[in-house]
């Protein structure tokens, strides 16, 4: 039986539609189709039941992903075994998007090149949907954003380096106070559907600014560009390996305020050797490289 179709099973399940699944585990369509067949053949089962284009799981099915689920984390604890240092096999790895525009790419060639016999498969997404993915078992682990206090989450979230957040505005601008330049300026969001947005929109909130959005973004360097060319304000996190010398830009660190990123895995994945070695290689770039100064 392969991880590839239990995936698959497990993609459909979270998704709902073959095309949602494929997007997920990187396959086509009808690759999934395929890998969905091959399952129901191994278990002998009825698992989908298939009306025109649609598919949806049957009661025998649901009963099945809990145990999918374990079968994967025990493949994954299986694969770390040994008394080599090497990890080998493959993992699935989710991360925030803005970490690949910081300097996470550095500490993930670092990571291949040490393990030459590692698939490092990697999926990018916000944090809240990246944490859903890993808490089913579609990828292994995944660099997120610390959840909100309200957020409830089965993961175990190991702490990897913190962010200061910034009000970012053009160099052309005048800096007076946070609350001055926030109000008197149109403000651009970065992405309130994220854990990141969701906290920056709450510490406007808590310190009574009143801003003007007038546009939201979910990209940190469209933002970035967009501030660059004097259309607003807004704040952000100092990406992690990022210096503040860009010429069009000037940082204004908040006090009081930082974005907690982490590495966050199933439960039952919490002590295994792959969760080790990622920790050892993401805290390491969270320690050696320094954050920036402010301008």
Excluded at 8 to 26: D, I, P, R, S
Excluded at 33 to 54: A, D, H, M
Excluded at 245 to 266: M, N, S, T, Y
Aim: hydrophobic content about 45%; some cysteine.
């Amino acid at each position: 039986m392969q991880s590839r179709s239990l995936r698959a099973f497990l993609a459909l399940h979270q998704f709902g539609t073959v095309a949602a699944a494929a997007q997920v585990v990187h396959l086509s369509p009808s690759a999934v189709s395929v890998q969905l067949r091959s399952l129901e053949q191994e278990f002998n089962i009825e698992l989908f039941v298939r009306t025109g284009r649609s598919i949806t799981l049957t009661a025998r099915a649901h009963q099945l992903v809990p145990l999918v689920q374990q079968m994967l984390d025990l493949e994954a604890e299986m694969a770390s075994l040994g008394n080599s240092r090497s990890l080998r096999g493959r993992v699935s790895l989710g991360v925030i998007t803005s970490t690949l525009t910081g300097g996470l790419p550095g500490a993930l060639k670092r990571l291949s090149a040490d393990h030459s016999q590692l698939e490092i498969r990697i999926t990018a997404n916000k944090s809240p949907e990246l944490a859903a993915q890993v808490e089913t078992g579609l990828i292994d682990a995944a660099i997120i954003s610390t959840p909100p206090p309200l957020v409830s989450s089965a993961l175990c979230l190991h702490p990897l380096y913190t962010e200061p957040l910034a009000l970012v505005m053009s160099s052309e601008r005048t800096f007076t106070s946070i609350k001055e330049v926030l109000e008197a300026n149109p403000y651009i969001a970065f992405d309130r559907t994220t854990w990141i947005g969701k906290q920056i929109e709450g510490f406007i909130a808590e310190r009574g600014f009143s801003v003007r959005p007038v546009m939201e973004l979910d990209s940190h360097d469209a933002v970035l560009s967009v501030v660059r060319h004097d259309i607003g304000v807004t704040i952000l996190p100092v990406l992690l390996g990022h210096a503040r010398k860009d010429a069009g830009l000037r940082f204004v660190e908040l006090p009081g305020i930082h974005r907690q990123v982490c590495l966050a895995v199933r439960r039952a994945n919490s002590d295994s050797k792959a969760t080790r070695v990622l920790l050892s290689y993401f805290r390491e770039f969270g320690t050696y490289v320094p954050h920036p100064q402010k301008k």
